[in-house]
């Protein structure tokens, strides 16, 4: 841990740990607090080189790099840190894992975990990618940069770092806890499912009070967003190619061919321009609308809400934005962000991109996009309009490849999951909003959706950010008084533990 004064970095561990004392039968003894307090100040600088060495080990699903390596050292990490069973799950695709935490308790707490990461464009970065390198970042203060420092690892890592600290307190933990992770979620997790409708896994699950995926998610006046749902993906590409369209060249040939052979580079581009209206934004698929579900009244009222506690100058800086679609007002920039199904293209390739012109007429195109879903659209409903919608077109030729998907994801505020979450909020200081549903996916509907029927929600302490960018960050000293550091962070995992096994 070289450049840390550990006395400095530990400084506000103890003021941050702040598990509820007024009520009887509500808190672990006072003797428990402090050595579990303790244990998180001393473990401190092994937690921090955890979250390091974790982003060392990187698992890239979208390339097949080093997964088997992956979901081996995430299962390691989990031994570790008490789980006394844990499981590698095979899928169609890359493994997922099961494990399990029996403490005795009387409630059961289910946790969701991620093993891979996206990928990375070194060149882009100003420090290696999985180098996990410890800078400063001003404004937020010590950091971890690297991929997965914030998706998901680092706030994962303060989560195992919080079961480290109850085992060396001599503590057990309040909830026995079901955790279940997979290795295809930045693929939009085509094969989950099978992990978790597992049968074992299935029936260890049903005794849970609710699922949980960790987050560190507070803004730079520490305030934080309750999220009471997501949008659902499909991720997909397509492809035009002279070979399948039958009309075009089967490979690059000269440019100078195109005044009597068709392009499959512009067959693509108009299939692409159906797909949203004039304005470039809104969805124009056939029938994509048919069951959109407009906000409800409370939904409007949690986003104003939110809108009056988050600062609209920080969200566009953060972004590198100077202004909302139609230039909308804030509030209703967050009504869209909440309601709004999206067609979104992520990348295109075709023919020669590098230095000067070469002047070909490609003979392949590829498209790769995704769309996010609201309440009520499926994933199975949106592919299928998806591919009618280019057939009826004369763009049946193209080939739609779905690489993954799910569906939305709901729970009601009044779910034990959410109100905990409130409750520890509130007693770490920092100001939490309830918002109808993240703009972006986990598959989270997998836990809340038959059969399984269970709350989920996202829950953390703590700051970073640039997830799927370069110079992604964890933040594990923070120099804003507002925002808890990795300290913090674990021992909000702590307390939401305790208000789970009392929560009514």
């Known amino acids: 841990m070289q450049g840390f004064d550990r006395r400095q970095l530990l400084g506000g561990a103890a003021a941050a740990f702040a598990l509820p004392t007024a009520a009887a039968g509500r808190t672990p003894a006072e003797s428990a607090q402090k050595r579990i307090r303790a244990a998180i100040d001393k473990q401190l600088p092994d937690n921090i080189a955890r979250i390091q060495d974790w982003i060392r080990h990187p698992g890239i699903a979208a390339e097949n790099w080093q997964m088997e390596e992956a979901c081996g050292y995430t299962m390691g990490l989990l031994k570790d840190a008490g789980f006394q069973m844990v499981k590698r799950m095979p899928t169609k695709g890359h493994p997922g894992i099961f494990a399990t935490l029996d403490a005795g308790a009387k409630r059961t707490v289910g946790i969701y975990f991620m093993y891979d ?28 940069v690297g991929r997965g420092a914030i998706n998901q690892k680092g706030q994962e890592a303060a989560f195992l770092a919080a079961c480290h600290a109850f085992r060396a307190a001599g503590q057990k933990l309040p909830v026995n806890l079901v955790l279940v992770a997979e290795g295809e979620e930045e693929i939009a997790s ?116 939110t809108a009056a506690a988050q600062s609209e100058e920080q969200a566009k800086a953060a972004m590198g934005v100077t202004m909302w679609i139609n230039n909308e007002p804030w509030q209703q920039s967050l009504e869209r962000l909440a309601s709004q199904p999206t067609v979104n293209i992520q990348g295109l390739v075709a023919g020669y991109t590098g230095q000067g012109g070469k002047t070909v007429l490609p ?23 998806l591919k009618a919608h280019l057939a009826k077109r004369g763009f049946g030729d193209i080939e739609v490849v779905v690489s993954g998907g799910y569906d939305p994801t709901e729970t009601a505020e009044t779910a034990r999951v959410v109100r905990a979450q409130q409750a520890v909020y509130a007693r770490f200081g920092a100001p939490a909003t309830l918002y109808p549903r993240s703009a972006g996916s986990w598959p989270g509907s997998v836990f809340t959706q038959p059969p399984v029927s269970l709350p989920a929600g996202q829950f953390g302490l703590g700051h970073g950010s640039g997830a799927h960018a370069p110079d992604e960050y964890f933040v594990i000293e923070s120099s804003n008084p507002a925002v808890q550091g990795l300290a913090g962070c674990t021992a909000g995992f702590v307390d939401f533990l305790y208000e789970m096994a009392v929560a009514r």
């Open 117 to 144: 990461v996206k990928q990375v464009n070194p060149a882009e970065w100003t420090s290696p990618p999985f180098e996990a390198r410890i800078t400063d970042k001003p404004g937020w203060g010590r950091v971890i």
């Open 363 to 385: 003979g392949r195109a590829e498209a790769k996009l995704e769309c996010r879903l609201v309440p009520n659209q499926t994933f199975r409903e949106a592919e299928a309009k």
């Open 190 to 305: 085509p094969n989950f499912h099978e992990i978790v409708q597992a049968p074992e896994v299935l029936a260890a699950l049903k005794k849970c009070d609710g699922i949980m995926i960790p987050t560190a998610w507070q803004t730079a006046n520490g305030s934080t967003v309750i999220n009471l749902g997501a949008k659902g993906p499909i991720e997909f590409q397509l492809i035009a190619s002279g070979a399948r369209w039958g009309k075009g060249p089967k490979g690059d040939i000269h440019s100078s061919q195109h005044a009597h052979v068709d392009s499959p580079v512009w067959h693509l581009v108009q299939a692409l321009n159906t797909l949203v209206k004039e304005d470039g934004f809104t969805p124009a698929i056939d029938g994509w609308f048919d069951n959109v579900r407009p906000l409800t009244a409370r939904e409007k009222e949690l986003i104003a809400m």
